[in-house]
């Protein structure tokens, strides 16, 4: 019986436990990333550990979220990581290097290794064969710190690629997975890519493929290391680093799903949910506003080229405004040394920043009631800053040729080829290698607080009901992110403030009228982003549990970290017959039969929660950090 690759490198990096699904091992780290809004929090965490020193090969902090630095906010937290980085010996990247998943790709990434970064969207690197998972940022800490990663063991779903893409792209084939499973399917799972399909993308349309894999809420996704990875390293400078990979011809797994690329055509994701899939035919003529080509996903070398060769010589529609966010600086040279950064500004298109920039919201919002076309991974209501606007998830030639004509139009007649280059240019000068110094002074401004932290769990928790959500709930539902509230992420009192806001206004107002409350949730609760803050923000306005009928991976392992309990319902029909305002008492006497009394109505229910038996302690001590210190 082969083994596929995912279960190779698990076993190769295994530190404890045993590999079967759904069991909790102990992994080795080899690389942690972080970026600036979560990394704040993370570096804090770490400096609340003991006698740390790095245990990783090589950790990195990237600034490239918060880059415009409206006030002094977020220049006091990029001061306060790069002084961290210096203390720890952290590589630190400046603001304007570029997007962390592509800079990871092009410098540091390398096929078999362990990556953990404090976004979701670190399966990025997965495109070259990397076990690339994103985590909450006390997870971060702790790789660092302790060289270790706590993973439950997940299924293996294999998506086998057949055929040749023709007249669509990369992005379109991430979108019909997402399609046929939903945001939901990759729950538990790792997405394995393989069959002969695979040989006919290039490397970095693997890693679109696996950044946005996130959407799906799978643990992460990855393809095999194979020629397309070599040639990619090769023109990196970086053919050392090269290690072939690759599942068993009779590798087992738990789930198959067969996609032929040439029957795959342009797709494109409605509001508000990245699995609203239509194809681009079927609404073509819609009307647009803007356009925003970019992102982790979409903005590679590759990418900016086939859209600098549809906009060469013409003209961007006048009711339309286009911006561009290359995705490091290297790409921005290339594309002013052979004249296609030239071509887009003379066809009236925005150079952005290399950075995150609108897609995480720091600027560029539509008009209210617009229409906005964007190569981003997220659609989510809202996330654009304007909560009226609907956004759509495209392709790069799909944007750009909608940028030209005004109106939403298929890019299938264009006949594109591939633009990758003999060689990448390579500059790391935005990089800064600090060997660590345990002397050095941390520097902190006056927006940056400490965490909170939980409290060891009594037999019984008391609380009211101060939210029941749908589901599907966002951690942008729960944490909004957008330019005003990005440079709060240092200070989660301040932040704590804006908890749900978009959901229901006065979360905050009633979160003071009581010091314990308990929220409840459907399907999904917490997926998105990785940011640990929807974790502690709660923790500081005195939320204790939250009832819900599942929760999104990464942010249920941030809700144990900050020692919240994430109670699932044993029957889903009693999610209905909790209302906001009800009084709770959950009895956690018995932790394998636990009783939630709806004081309020006289019911009685049955929740358990889906936990290791280290989690469980962790949750019962008060915490991750308060678990490490008792080790």
Do not use: W
Request: contains cysteine; proline residues 4%; hydrophobic residues 35%.
């Amino acid at each position: 019986m082969g083994k596929n690759l995912t279960y190779k490198i698990l076993e190769n990096k295994l530190l404890q436990g045993q590999l079967e699904a759904g069991s909790e091992v102990v992994l080795k780290v080899d690389q942690t990333l972080t970026q600036d809004t979560t990394g704040t929090m993370a570096y804090l965490q770490l400096e609340a550990m003991k006698d740390v020193k790095r245990q990783t090969e090589l950790s990195v902090a990237y600034i490239d979220h918060n880059t415009l630095q409206l006030g002094f906010e977020n220049a006091d937290d990029h001061e306060y990581i790069r002084s961290v980085c210096e203390k720890y010996g952290i590589i630190y990247s400046k603001a304007g290097n570029g997007i962390c998943h592509q800079l990871h790709l092009e410098r540091f990434s390398r096929p078999g290794i362990v990556l953990i970064g404090s976004d979701s969207h670190t399966p990025t690197s997965g495109g070259m064969g990397a076990l690339a998972i994103g985590s909450g940022g006390l997870d971060i800490a702790i790789g660092i710190a302790k060289g270790y990663y706590y993973l439950t063991v997940p299924k293996v779903l294999n998506v086998k690629l057949t055929g040749k893409l023709s007249g669509a792209s990369a992005k379109d084939i991430i979108l019909t997975v997402l399609e046929k499973l939903s945001v939901k399917g990759g729950v538990g799972y790792v997405i394995e890519y393989s069959g002969p399909g695979v040989k006919t993308l290039s490397l970095t349309e693997r890693a679109t493929i696996t950044n946005m894999g996130t959407e799906l809420g799978a643990t992460t996704s990855i393809f095999p290391s194979d020629d397309e990875t070599l040639k990619y390293l090769q023109k990196q400078g970086r053919e050392d680093d090269y290690t072939p990979l690759a599942a068993d011809d009779d590798a087992v797994y738990d789930y198959v799903l067969e996609i032929n690329l040439s029957e795959i055509e342009a797709k494109i994701a409605c509001p508000h949910s990245p699995d609203n899939i239509k194809t681009v035919k079927s609404l073509e003529g819609l009307k647009i506003n803007q356009v925003a080509i970019g992102s982790c996903t979409n903005s590679s070398y590759d990418d900016l080229m086939k859209v600098a060769s549809i906009l060469k010589g013409k003209k961007v529609h006048p009711n339309v405004s286009l911006v561009i966010s290359p995705g490091s600086n290297s790409i921005v040279q290339m594309l002013a040394n052979n004249g296609s950064l030239t071509d887009m500004i003379q066809a009236g298109a925005r150079i952005l920043e290399a950075s995150c920039g609108p897609c995480i919201g720091m600027g560029q919002a539509p008009k209210s009631g617009g229409v906005s076309l964007r190569t981003f991974n997220r659609n989510f209501k809202g996330r654009c800053g304007t909560s009226t606007a609907d956004v759509y998830l495209v392709s790069p030639e799909t944007a750009a040729i909608s940028a030209l004509k005004g109106v939403l139009t298929s890019p299938e007649n264009l006949g594109l080829e591939s633009h990758e280059p003999d060689f990448y240019l390579v500059n790391d000068n935005y990089f800064i290698h600090y060997e660590g110094n345990p002397g050095a002074e941390i520097v902190r401004g006056p927006n940056i607080h400490p965490f909170p932290i939980g409290q060891a769990k009594d037999k019984y928790i008391h609380g009211s009901v101060l939210f029941k959500g749908s589901d599907n709930i966002t951690t942008d539902d729960i944490v909004p992110s957008n330019a005003k509230l990005l440079p709060l992420r240092s200070n989660i009192p301040e932040l704590s403030k804006h908890m749900l806001s978009t959901l229901t206004p006065d979360f905050y107002i009633k979160s003071q009228s009581c010091d314990d409350s308990i929220l409840i949730a459907g399907e999904n609760y917490g997926q998105g982003s990785s940011r640990e803050h929807a974790a502690l923000l709660p923790l500081h306005l005195g939320v204790k549990a939250i009832v819900a009928k599942s929760y999104a991976r990464i942010h249920k392992k941030n809700l144990i970290n900050s020692s919240i309990l994430p109670l699932v319902f044993e029957d889903t029909k009693d999610y209905k017959k909790i209302n906001e305002g009800d009084e709770l008492r959950v009895n956690l006497k018995n932790l394998e039969a636990i009783l939630v009394d709806n004081i309020t109505r006289d019911e009685v229910y049955k929740v358990k929660l889906e936990c290791s038996s280290r989690e469980l302690n962790v949750l019962m001590s008060g915490g991750a950090i308060k678990y490490e210190e008792a080790k």
